[in-house]
């Protein structure tokens, strides 16, 4: 039964694990009417409370931009506002504690096209209007790949962005601004994002996904070379001060495990067996006080449930001192997006 679905992730059933441990989960996304997003083509409010609740103590949660609920007239570059607007009215909706007592999108990430150079400024003064209390700052990803078999996410497909003069201008605006950048781009881009972000020290760019690791198609059956290649761009990264790392998006099938093709889903004790490696390498590079845990949902909830997802967390993390713990479960996260559950 390939890619999940609730149906299939309750065959595995476990207890929560630490369920008083506080938790702010950095990266999720909420969509409707997503038709190639099998078989999670809803993720609101509703499916997020369920997964949240389903037993570890998360206390808040931050959105990041997934192209959903843009404006369908108006200038181009301001379409995307329509996301933060959608989200803002969730987020209030949540913080009435109907959902149960997560606060979701406590902060919002939206996107705005950096390409703009300074001419992004008025996007970014119109998102900050749609959300004044918990808009932070936005994802322009900048994912691309010479192979034609690696899927290419970005909105705005051109290679070398964050080496562009235009896409630095941007950038300099968002820093100025006080909003930070989400850094979701591949693996042998790693070494153009340190070059981005010693261009632009004040700005604060959180590294997605262990930094866009590829194992399957070119990167398939090559591991040597893949994680030399990715470990030292993770380290390159990590010498930027102004880089923080988000411990996730394993559970995507790019990244080369096998977990959503399964007739059972994985345990805990086998994805933390199998994560540790990454997450481990990623922690030992920024620290803790730089790496925040995050369930990227439902983008990886193709390969495994919440709970068994902050599970496996939990045991991997088992041998870090509890504050190292608390930094990576929560306050990294509420730091870096200035969560205000006030």
């Not at 003064?125 to 690696?150: K, M």
């Not at 950048?181 to 604060?204: H, M, N, R, S």
Request: proline share 6%; charged share 20%.
């Amino acid at each position: 039964m390939p890619f999940g679905g609730n149906d299939w992730l309750a065959l595995r059933q476990e207890e929560t694990l630490e369920p008083d441990l506080p938790i702010c989960d950095p990266h999720h996304h909420f969509w409707d009417f997503r038709t190639g997003r099998i078989p999670y083509q809803r993720y609101l409010l509703d499916e997020l409370a369920d997964d949240v609740n389903s037993g570890h103590n998360v206390r808040s949660t931050v959105f990041v931009e997934a192209r959903a609920m843009y404006r369908s007239t108006g200038p181009e570059e301001m379409r995307t506002v329509g996301e933060v607007e959608f989200v803002q009215g969730l987020a209030a909706a949540s913080a009435s504690g109907l959902y149960g007592p997560t606060r979701a999108a406590a902060s919002i990430v939206g996107h705005a096209n950096l390409n703009l150079g300074d001419r992004v400024e008025p996007v970014l003064e119109a998102l900050q209007a749609a959300s004044p209390n918990r808009f932070r700052g936005i994802r322009h990803s900048v994912t691309w790949d010479p192979h034609p078999e690696v899927e290419v996410t970005a909105a705005h497909r051109q290679q070398g962005q964050l080496l562009s003069d235009d896409f630095r201008e941007g950038a300099r605006v968002l820093s100025r601004m006080g909003l930070s950048l989400e850094g979701w781009l591949y693996f042998p881009q790693l070494p153009e994002l340190a070059d981005f972000a010693k261009a632009v020290p004040d700005l604060t760019i959180i590294l997605n996904h262990i930094g866009g690791l590829l194992r399957v198609g070119p990167y398939g059956n090559n591991d040597d070379e893949v994680l030399a290649t990715w470990r030292s761009g993770i380290a390159a990264v990590a010498e930027c001060p102004n880089v923080v790392v988000k411990l996730g998006g394993i559970g995507m099938p790019r990244t080369g495990f096998d977990w959503h093709d399964r007739d059972m889903p994985a345990g805990s004790e086998e994805l933390a067996e199998s994560m540790a490696p990454f997450m481990n390498y990623c922690i030992e590079q920024f620290g803790p006080e730089r790496s925040m845990f995050e369930s990227n949902f439902p983008v990886d909830k193709v390969s495994y449930s919440y709970n068994v997802l902050y599970n496996a967390f939990k045991r991997l993390s088992s041998g870090y001192s509890p504050s190292e713990r608390a930094a990576m479960f929560h306050d990294t996260a509420a730091r870096i997006y200035r969560v205000n559950l006030d």
